[in-house]
Every structure is written in C-alpha cells, then in structure tokens.
C-alpha cells in the first residue's frame, strides 16, 4: 500500500470507526422493529456517522498537536502530527475536506428521509452541531475535551441523539422507550473514552487536560467505567424485558456479560496507566459485541413476533 494512503489511514483511526456506527444499526434495528426501515436511510446515516468521527479523529490529532498534549510522555500511538509525518497545513486541509463530504452525505440523508421543511431544517442544525463538536473537542481557545466536557458529549452523540435520531430518521416518530437501548449505547462509547483517558491520566494531568479521568484520580475512574459497563448492560436488558415478547429470545443477550465482566476486572486490577494501553482495542470490541448481541435479539424478537 502507498505509504501516504496508509498515513492518512493511520489517522482517520479505523479501529475507532465501530463506535460510530453501532448506534446507528441500534437506532435502524429498532425502527425495522417498529416496521418502518429503508436500507438507503440505514446506508447514508451510517456513512455520515463514519465522516463525522473520522473529523473527530483528525481534529483530535490536530488539536493535541497544537497544544503540546500529543508528547513523548504519552502512552497511546504515535499521531500522524506528532510523528512528523503529517503537517498541521495537511491535517487542516483534511479536515476541510472532510467537513465538505460530511455535509454532503448528511444532507442527502435529511433531503432523502424527510419532505417536511421543519424535520429538513431540524437535522441539518443537528448536523451543524455535529460537526462544530467533533471539532471543538480538542481544537480552539477552549477546548471542551479539556474541561472534562468529552464523556457528555460521546454520550449525547453516540447514544440518545445516534440512536434516537437514526430511529427518527426511518420512522419520523419517537419513543420514550428509546431511552433506554441509548443509554446503553452511549454509556459503552463513554467506556471507551474512558480506558483512553485513563491511559492518558498522567500526561493529561501535566498538560492541563482536565478529563473525567484525571478529575476522578485512577481509583475512582475505574469505579466509574464499572458504572458505565453495567449500566449499559442493565439498560439493554431492560428494555428487553419490557417488551412483550417472550423472555427465552432475549437470553442469548446475557452472553455479553461474560465479555463485560471479563473486561471490567483487567481494567480494576491494573495498578499503573501503562497497564490500560493494552485495553484499548478490548473495550471496543467489548462495547460492539454487547451491542451486536441487543441489536441481535432485537432482530430475532421482531421475526418471531
């Protein structure tokens, strides 16, 4: 492969990706439950969602380059800034490009889904929002990665908006049931930005980025991510249990609990930051299976109803 096309491969962190889609297949298969599901509304939500974590990522790397965060001390991979092999020119250049497809996929997503002006122009601020705040992340005077702002904003965008709002999408209705399969979601997202700040606690602290993990200290942020995986799981199962379906097809969901579980106790018993490095790819594959094993039951609820 062109060495280039791996660079900038390397920067749009495709082991992230998963995280932006799985909300979407959450939202899409609960709409395909309620019986209203269009492959092109599923196709297109799933394509912006993708563009608009890729942002994320980039303006990530641009925004810890900038301001010193992205150093030797840190424990995570070498960023396409930090590395030298990617100019802070390129990478804002990218990310202009980037923003340019985003708003192309997103609004022939909206234009697609809806012929209501007010729907139309609802879920084209909702994207403006979207992408204004995978840039601000960590990019600009203030920052609000940098105040401990990041774990609400994965929530709110990776659970009750991704979820609902593709759900919507397909539908043009929503449901206080929906509540609960976006809580799991976004509770599992904010898992895993949680093993990378608490990877990061150190240098975060010394660099002046106040995440949730460097307020909480290393003891309680793995209290909290044990508060975050459990309730996630707690809230999946229990919107299985108040659908009204049998109880048998929802059990094969309880199988997450051995991944959860399994992840939860390597992330208590490590003891130093370098320790939580490794945990990285596990929580994600952790966050994907739980919730490919909700959207599973869901599917299988709707087939044998």
């Known amino acids: 492969m062109n060495n280039s096309v791996q660079i900038w491969l390397d920067a749009a962190r495709p082991k992230t990706l998963p995280l932006a889609l799985i909300s979407i297949l959450t939202g899409s298969a609960l709409a395909f439950s309620a019986g209203n599901f269009h492959w092109l509304i599923a196709v297109l939500a799933l394509l912006t969602a993708t563009l608009l974590q890729i942002l994320s990522n980039l303006a990530n790397d641009y925004g810890d380059a900038v301001k010193g965060t992205d150093n030797h001390a840190r424990l995570g991979p070498m960023r396409a800034i930090q590395s030298g092999a990617v100019s802070l ?24 889904a809806f012929d209501n002006l007010q729907n139309i122009l609802i879920f084209i601020g909702l994207g403006v929002l979207a992408i204004l705040a995978a840039i601000a992340y960590t990019v600009g005077n203030k920052p609000y990665g940098y105040v401990g702002l990041g774990d609400l904003s994965v929530f709110l965008f990776f659970g009750l908006l991704g979820v609902s709002g593709s759900f919507f999408l397909h539908t043009g209705y929503i449901e206080w049931s929906l509540l609960l399969p976006s809580l799991g979601c976004g509770l599992l997202a904010v898992a895993v930005l949680n093993v990378n700040n608490m990877r990061d606690i150190e240098n975060d602290a010394q660099c002046g980025k106040r ?24 809230a999946f199962a229990g919107y299985l249990v108040l659908q009204d379906k049998p109880l048998w097809i929802s059990l094969p969901f309880l199988l997450c609990l051995s991944v959860v579980t399994r992840h939860g106790r390597a992330v208590w018993f490590t003891e130093q930051p370098a320790q939580i490095a490794p945990m990285m790819p596990v929580v994600v594959k952790t966050s994907v299976i739980t919730n490919l094993l909700f959207v599973g039951v869901i599917i299988a609820q709707t087939l044998t109803s």
């Open 89 to 112: 020119s390129d990478m804002k250049r990218a990310m202009a490009i980037n923003v340019i497809l985003t708003m192309v996929s997103g609004l022939a997503l909206v234009l697609y």
């Open 211 to 234: 995440t949730v993990a460097v307020r909480l200290g290393q003891v309680r942020a793995k209290q909290y991510h044990f508060a975050l995986l459990f309730g996630a799981v707690a």
